[in-house]
């Protein structure tokens, strides 16, 4: 089992960046395909972005296609989400979760993006 806890969450105005940080318990991160999702007021939980295992491979919702990068350390046993050019529509619980067969899901970071 993994446990997750995000991080790096905040109040940032339009246009300005934040990096989120997902910790992973265990000894077996690197074997894990990470994911980013969100949630805003009212909306369901979204896509973001995923990484495979080995950070060769990421994957990007529309929305932020250019605009957010996805990364990880496996040394440190952590996922990255970096956000830049952020909008008020960005503003949403962050999420992020580790697959392989199951999904492990973190308790959630806000994102509050002022205009």
């Known amino acids: 089992q993994v446990q997750l806890v995000e991080s790096g969450g905040g109040l940032v105005q339009a246009g300005g960046s934040l990096r989120l940080s997902c910790a992973a318990s265990?000894?077996?991160?690197?074997?894990?395909?990470m994911g980013w999702f969100r949630q805003a007021p009212g909306k369901e939980r979204e896509f973001v972005a995923t990484?495979?295992?080995?950070?060769?491979?990421?994957t990007y919702a529309d929305s932020v296609k250019g605009r957010f990068t996805i990364s990880r350390d496996n040394a440190k046993n952590t996922a990255y989400l970096q956000m830049n050019n952020l909008k008020p529509e960005d503003t949403a619980v962050y999420y992020c979760n580790a697959q392989r067969g199951n999904v492990y899901w973190g308790q959630g970071t806000q994102v509050t993006v002022s205009s």
């Open positions: 990484i495979s295992s080995s950070g060769g491979s990421t």
């Open positions: 265990g000894r077996t991160f690197s074997t894990y395909a």
